[in-house]
């Protein structure tokens, strides 16, 4: 049987009075908005799409049920007229591009606190945003890898899913965001989910024959994350000596202020305790003489400290410092094979 195609435009089954032509195209990208372009022909100039109204494409191959292979929102509408000159021009065909509705993620700004918790999680912060569009999380979704709390203040719904997609990528095959056709959101991890199409080997003629258009746009195989308010913070790190290293880090975040530290509460304030079973041994500020005879510096670029006076803290001794610290980093992310194979070719992402 042969395979016939559908468009239902503003909710309304437009087969029976006006044709989808042939010709139409799908672009669907990873974490990015698929589009469609295509015509739709009026014989009686009746009927005219207009912008922001939604479009969805049926596939129908005789079997049941019939596919949804596109869903989204018109982006733009242009038209000419359709019939034969000598009879008079009295249809109009509409050529519409049309983004899926991933674009929606690209309406709303999120300010919202994320708990420590799973992926899943995470996404149901952000699933009220998306509410009023008839997006729903799927019921389907993954719990995932486990997140640290996340800060957004006012940052695009879409931009917190792909901070989020980065920061899956530790945990193996990264997961991606996805808007369905039927407007279910979630991440999935790659090599889970099904292709969306089902290909026929061909030419590029045969009904139901797929053509695929590889592209480098949104290629990159290296990542760049700038992340981070710049919001100056107390915080502590721990670290455990083993009698001999002397070089602990990095830190958490980039000491900020003067060094040596100043006194507790004034920017820039940082100590270090090395504490065994028991009492302290020691306790000073970074660059200073501290009891027990002790010296710990701040190499700035290696965002590390350095005990350079006094013995290496014995094996179990317990190294914290406290200090002042920037809420802002850089992780960088590669694939060594892309980079062999195409050369490096970097991108950056800004995450809040």
């Known amino acids: 049987m042969a395979i016939t195609y559908n468009a239902i435009i503003n909710g309304v089954d437009r087969a029976l009075t006006h044709v989808l032509l042939d010709g139409f195209k799908i672009n669907e990208v990873t974490n990015g908005i698929n589009t469609l372009v295509c015509e739709v022909g009026s014989e009686d100039a009746s009927f005219r799409p207009l912008k922001r109204q939604t479009i969805e494409i049926e596939e129908d191959d005789g079997t049941s049920p019939v596919r949804l292979i596109f869903g989204g929102t018109i982006r733009t509408v242009r038209e000419r007229g359709w019939g034969e000159i000598a009879d ?14 991933k674009t929606l993620a690209s309406r709303r700004f999120v300010t919202a606190s994320i708990p420590a918790g799973s992926l899943k999680a995470a996404l149901q912060v952000l699933e009220p945003y998306l509410t009023a569009y008839g997006v729903t999380l799927d019921p389907a979704q993954a719990v995932g890898p486990s997140l640290d709390a996340i800060e957004f203040e006012v940052v695009r719904v879409d931009d917190c899913l792909n901070f989020l997609a980065t920061l899956t990528a530790k945990y193996g095959a990264p997961f991606t965001w996805d808007i369905s056709y039927s407007k279910l959101l979630g991440m999935y991890q790659t090599g889970t989910v099904a ?23 949104n290629y990159a195989n290296r990542i760049i994350l700038v992340g981070g308010s710049g919001k100056v913070v107390t915080t502590t790190d721990t670290f455990t000596g083993n009698g001999v290293l002397t070089t602990f880090g990095p830190l958490k975040y980039k000491l900020v202020g003067p060094i040596p530290g100043t006194n507790v509460g004034a ?10 079973p028991g009492p302290p041994t ?14 710990w510096e701040y190499n700035p670029t ?13 094996v179990g001794v317990s190294i914290t410092i406290m200090y002042d610290g920037e809420l802002k980093f850089t992780v960088i992310a590669e694939d060594a094979a892309e980079i062999a194979a195409n050369g490096l070719w970097e991108d950056k992402i800004l995450a809040p």
Do not use: F, H
Not at 307 to 314: E, L, R, T
């Open 88 to 101: 008079g021009i009295d249809g109009i065909i509409q050529a519409i591009s049309a983004d899926s509705y």
């Open 267 to 276: 920017i820039g304030y940082a100590y270090v305790d090395e504490t065994p």
């Open 282 to 295: 020691g306790r000073g500020p970074l660059g200073s003489i501290g009891t027990a005879n002790m010296v």
């Open 302 to 314: 290696t965002n590390t400290i350095q005990k350079v006076i006094g013995p290496p803290p014995g």
């Open 195 to 217: 292709a969306p199409w089902n290909l026929i080997e061909g030419q590029g003629t045969e009904v139901g024959d797929v053509e695929v258009e590889p592209t480098d746009e």
